[in-house]
């Protein structure tokens, strides 16, 4: 199996996690990463949970050397709308030096890259020169569940032990520049309910004497923010550091980032961002409160003059260090059921929440990861705090006790969590060479 | 046939307007409506359309008698969500002294009642006493385009001339309350669709950085009402007149419309009015702005975080006499781009919108009407403005320079526009009876 093929059999499998339908296609793909690691000589076991598997692979033991955790996720997002992709989102296609598929940058490409990483450094020495577990799950799209009940089984811990935990499966600047990570975001997913009438209302015979749900919903997610786009939720900020001035100055040179290119590259007729803040500050240091979905009453073609029974508006907020998502979701209901009218009823349902992340990139394996990028792309990562959540790595570390970092290979073009998901084919072959490098530099760091 | 029979025959065809798969089961409709009409003497015409067909039946002439034009719909609402019908919408059930059917109440059960009204009329007396003339369209639901047409048709209105016109489409207070209609509120339906980013983006990635279509949606949404209800859009309430003092004195002696009744009917936890006026005065007599649908981004089970492209808002608005639909249309599509900031796009799509209207309740034929209801139902009428629209008769009206009187037969647990609707078989009776009773006593007055 060549390198391409050994990604193209991974990206094939439809391990879409959140659909009951694929259950069977993501214990497939579990099976495939336990060959392909027993392949190269690792421990490889797939674990059965409740849910979806966990993957534990273990090289053979180094004496001496450091324990290096490679934490990733072979589980990918939905593929709706399937009507806007170009090549099936289960068939991986080459077009233009990219990969398209559901999961080539999140995060089966980033996986499959560290792991033929390790091959061509086991190919290339003989052995691995330290440590290497990978730790490999089925549900990081659906709150991970499984995972963080493994942690807290008897033993477990003792297994995972290492000096590090290594994520690829945030965010890269631009081609040429690679990003470490040294923070995550947190994230609340909750939904707001609005209801009213027991059933449809004809609008014209008791239009004007209801609350309308649906205006009612809108009406209350409108006094989520000011005109300033600050989120007016009461508390919302507390605990919320202020950016850094250098980070200010180092943010402020990240490729790609401007206002002027996020706005070029969403398409957006202008950037939107709370006041005083630059869009790549809102997107690494801002906590947000976004609409992810809502629906009621009529959506077909045409009218339907109906006041509809109820409304439901799907959210989620992404968190800095210093906001607990439990108490955030506490005080966005408490708001909500402050603002609700009296004409209708309210549910306020919490899904699943986790943590925000920070840690040290400066620690001696910090900098050999920051190393091996500058040697893998010729140019020194740019430090930045990742937008986005990966709510279980914030729990690995404080369990393990152990810093995580996080070396990006997702593009701003990857369209991650959208149709036409892809990586390029040198970001692939340099993500591998980035995995050699970052296991042979920090074998020569005490463990 | 027994009188139920021809009820349950024309229930039974799927004329849902609004569906082109149902295009053949309108028009059997039609059919079926013109050879019942043959059967009794009336020469009728299925006028095709490009849509719909129209049905004219006209009886024999008799000379030196008022000619009475009732118009109808045929067609009915589509039936979702269909789920929620105890028996199938197109399957005629008689549960508890009601009939249930998509049709039952609005408006199949009130023309069938007319047409059998005449009929027994016939069998009673051996011939109509007057002219009648039905005027039967397949497109109410959908805003009657090809009436409008047809109205323009030389000939047309020859062919149309009466002395009055007379429509059983509207509500009816309680089962020994009849109500008489003076008047209609006007409509007009528009969508508002808002749009951002090119594709759906990863809230992580881009969140705080760009506005989110769905929540700038609801912001824009929020800006048209204040809270005390009243809307503002500027110039909305151009040309309402007030409430006079005696439809106020009127209005609260009406069954089942108190604040308290309309809360219990509706099954919402309490009322929500425009401030100053009461659930029937702003049912009756105060304009309207509803959202009947809502939609965008994720809307399937659980969570995913994107900031989607777009989001849509179906809206209308009912009105009153002296506001203009197509000027109200003007008006809201300039509150939202005046509203609409910059880091979205919108697109306002006008659909269809049609005049209030008001008549002269006490003219000679008016009070026949108003006397034929007290006969049949053992009480006089309370005198009601509906709060719904039929564009067309306003337009109808018009042209034809007669007034429209509206003796409604919907209950207010009719459930009209919802699943199960239905109709009570004594008012069905009862609406037989009030067709023979109407024409009798209009055969009376000097044309």
Chains 1, 2 share one sequence.
């Not at 439901?312 to 439990?326: E, F, I």
Request: net charge negative.
């Amino acid at each position: 199996m060549t390198k391409l093929d050994d990604l193209c059999a991974f990206l094939s499998i439809p391990s879409v996690s959140a659909e009951p339908q694929h259950a069977k296609d993501v214990e497939y793909c579990a099976d495939f990463l336990v060959e392909k690691l027993s392949s190269l000589g690792f421990s490889a076991t797939k674990h059965l949970t409740e849910i979806h598997p966990i993957v534990v692979a273990r090289s053979p033991r180094v004496e001496g050397k450091p324990t290096v955790l490679i934490y990733g996720h072979y589980d990918v997002m939905p593929v709706d709308p399937i009507d806007e992709w170009e090549s099936p989102p289960f068939t991986p296609t080459i077009r233009g030096g990219r990969i398209y598929a559901r999961g080539a940058s999140d995060d089966k490409g980033e996986i499959m890259a560290h792991i033929l990483g390790a091959q061509e450094l086991i190919e290339e020495d003989g052995a691995l020169p330290l440590n290497v577990i990978y730790l490999l799950e089925g549900e990081e799209e659906r709150g991970s569940y499984s995972l963080h009940d493994y942690l807290k089984k008897p033993g477990v811990l003792e297994e995972l032990a290492c000096d590090i935990i290594v994520v690829s499966d945030t965010g890269m600047a631009a081609p040429e520049v690679p990003s470490f990570s040294y923070g995550l975001k947190g994230l609340c997913c909750f939904e707001l309910e609005v209801s009213g009438p027991a059933m449809d209302l004809h609008s014209g015979i008791f239009g004007g004497a209801v609350a309308n749900p649906i205006t009612t919903l809108c009406e209350m997610i409108a006094t989520t923010h000011d005109a300033q786009r600050r989120i007016t939720i009461e508390g919302f900020y507390d605990g919320v550091c202020e950016i850094a001035d250098w980070e200010k100055d180092s943010w402020r040179r990240v490729p790609g980032m401007s206002n002027a290119e996020l706005a070029q590259l969403t398409g957006v007729p202008e950037l939107q961002t709370e006041q005083g803040y630059s869009g790549a500050e809102c997107v690494y240091a801002r906590p947000t409160f976004e609409l992810n979905g809502i629906s009621g009453g009529y959506e077909g073609e045409g009218s339907k003059t109906v006041i509809p029974t109820k409304a439901l508006a799907k959210m989620s907020c992404r968190l800095v260090p210093g906001q607990d998502p439990v108490d955030i979701m506490n005080k966005v209901e408490a708001h909500f059921r402050k603002v609700c009218p009296a004409g209708v009823r309210m549910k306020f349902t919490k899904q699943h929440a986790g943590d925000a992340y920070m840690s040290d990139p400066h620690s001696p394996l910090g900098k050999a990861a920051q190393r091996a990028l500058e040697l893998t792309f010729g140019n020194p990562p740019v430090l930045v705090r990742e937008g986005g959540s990966i709510p279980i790595v914030a729990e690995l570390s404080k369990r393990l006790g152990k810093d995580a970092l996080f070396l990006g290979l997702d593009l701003p073009d990857a369209r991650i969590h959208s149709p036409n998901e892809n990586m390029r084919l040198d970001i692939f072959e340099k993500g591998i060479t980035m995995a050699k490098t970052l296991l042979r530099l920090m074998s020569d760091v005490a463990p």
